[in-house]
């Protein structure tokens, strides 16, 4: 069964800090794995990676992946309030098979 | 356009009450996604329909669950009858595949009393 686990599961910093966020995973037949962002609806796109060791960059975000290890990491800085959510890592697996496993989220919160 | 709507918003209803959840998903999308999500567990997969034929119901939790597409811009999640443990949020997502990410819809925080 393909399994994803996120780390830590809550963090709280302060605003102008920066954070990275874990996510490894166990997937058979792997084909991407995905950042989402959630506040108070749903959650809304980040990223998708599926070569390792390249970076994808969006403004203060940046993720990263390891396919050998098995892990992305998604760092934040310069952390604003509106950075407060739940980050959530999926994996895509089985070319075909568009499911996505979700972790359980890390739950970040910025304070000012 | 205007994503993927999910209704309602909330549902509050009584144990052994029937529960539908509706969903319309983005134009062109081939994919449609039912997922629930708790406080426990996260975000879990329920099932999953291709061309409105469903590819993977294997997370739908017990026969009190059933999903339909009849075609493809609607399709509907029901509970029947609901206990309190169904209380989350179910979400719908719609995808074109092929890699091309997921939208999901503003979901149906549902509350079984």
């Known amino acids: 069964e393909d399994k994803v686990v996120q780390s830590p599961l809550s963090l709280v910093v302060h605003e102008g800090d920066t954070v990275t966020l874990n996510c490894s995973y166990e997937v058979t037949n792997f084909r991407s794995l995905l950042w989402y962002k959630q506040e108070k609806k749903a959650p809304t796109f980040l990223f998708m990676l599926t070569s390792s060791g390249i970076e994808k960059k969006s403004g203060r975000l940046s993720s990263i992946l390891d396919k050998k290890e098995l892990f992305s990491i998604l760092n934040i800085t310069a952390t604003q309030t509106g950075d407060s959510a739940v980050y959530l890592c999926a994996v895509e697996a089985n070319f075909g098979n568009e499911k996505l496993t979700f972790g359980t989220g890390t739950r970040l919160t910025i304070i000012p | 356009d205007a994503g993927v709507i999910q209704s309602p918003r909330h549902e509050v209803t009584e144990m052994g009450q029937e529960v539908t959840l509706r969903c319309k998903p983005i134009?062109?999308?081939?994919?449609l996604f039912w997922y629930r999500q708790t406080m426990m567990r996260g975000l879990e997969l329920l099932i999953y329909f291709n061309n409105n034929v469903p590819i993977d119901d294997s997370g739908m939790p017990e026969d009190r669950f059933s999903a339909k597409m009849p075609n493809a811009s609607f399709s509907t999640l029901k509970i029947q009858p609901s206990e309190p443990r169904d209380s989350a949020v179910y979400f719908c997502?719609?995808?074109?595949?092929?890699?091309?990410?997921?939208?999901f819809g503003s979901g149906t925080r549902l509350t079984v009393v």
């Open positions: 997502a719609s995808s074109p595949g092929r890699g091309g990410g997921y939208t």
């Open positions: 134009s062109g999308h081939d994919y």
